[in-house]
């Protein structure tokens, strides 16, 4: 299975908004409502920050949401906090019942 | 709140088999998907495979089919933990390797261990 395709690096100042695309195939995003968005932060494991989609876990600020179109999914963060700037990675569920990363995004805030 | 702890040797000789297992702690193993994922120093997350026990069973396995032939995952649900295998391993299996809780078969990856650097070097 190929990994889902990310830019490498996104940027934004304090307090704009940003969004990180996804893009895969019919055989997994295109697919399935089944797109997870996970931050991480050097030397931490991931978390959590999207599922399904556009769906939070419960702590995870409104600040960050989800959406898709065909076989690209997108995560966006709005009013940037200095605290957002992480690695960030998409995954899907694939047609073959496995998952399927991203090559992840490092997001800069300026 | 379920916890979760990869153990296992940090140093391992190329084409022999890296051995891993992650114990779950507060909760219980059964009823859930549980899966490794590999990071390589300085790239990204590869999901290696994931086992689901029932608790009465001996675990169903689903694997990344570019590692399929080298994985093993197992689960012991006596003792709370499941296992990675990944045989004949060369200088490009090393990495940190996590493991994880998923709720379901979709495989949302609510939980993480802190992870394991394993270096494959003689």
């Known amino acids: 299975q190929s990994a889902l395709t990310q830019p490498a690096s996104v940027s934004g100042s304090p307090g704009q908004s940003i969004t990180i695309s996804c893009t895969g195939t019919?055989?997994?995003?295109?697919?399935?409502?089944?797109v997870s968005w996970y931050q991480q932060h050097p030397g931490k494991a991931p978390k959590v920050m999207i599922y399904d989609v556009s769906n939070r876990p419960p702590g995870v600020s409104k600040r960050f949401s989800g959406s898709k179109s065909g076989n690209t999914a997108s995560l966006t963060i709005s009013g940037l906090q200095a605290e957002d700037e992480a690695d960030y990675y998409c995954?899907?569920?694939?047609?073959?019942?496995?998952?399927?990363f991203g090559g992840g995004t490092k997001l800069t805030v300026l | 709140q379920v916890q979760l702890q990869e153990s296992g040797p940090g140093l391992v000789k190329p084409s022999e088999t890296l051995s891993l297992t992650c114990t779950v702690s507060?909760?219980?193993?059964?009823?859930?998907?549980w899966s490794w994922i590999r990071q390589p120093a300085g790239k990204g997350l590869e999901w290696i495979g994931r086992i689901y026990t029932s608790g009465s069973t001996s675990g169903s396995t689903t694997y990344n089919p570019s590692l399929k032939s080298r994985v093993t995952m197992s689960v012991d649900t006596s003792k709370n933990q499941f296992s990675l295998k990944l045989s004949s391993v060369t200088a490009a299996d090393t990495a940190v390797y996590y493991c994880a809780r998923g709720g379901d078969w979709r495989l949302v990856l609510d939980d993480w261990g802190q992870g394991t650097l394993v270096t494959v070097s003689s």
């Open positions: 019919s055989s997994d995003v295109g697919g399935y409502n089944y």
């Open positions: 507060g909760g219980s193993i059964s009823r859930y998907y």
């Open positions: 995954t899907s569920y694939t047609s073959s019942s496995t998952l399927v």
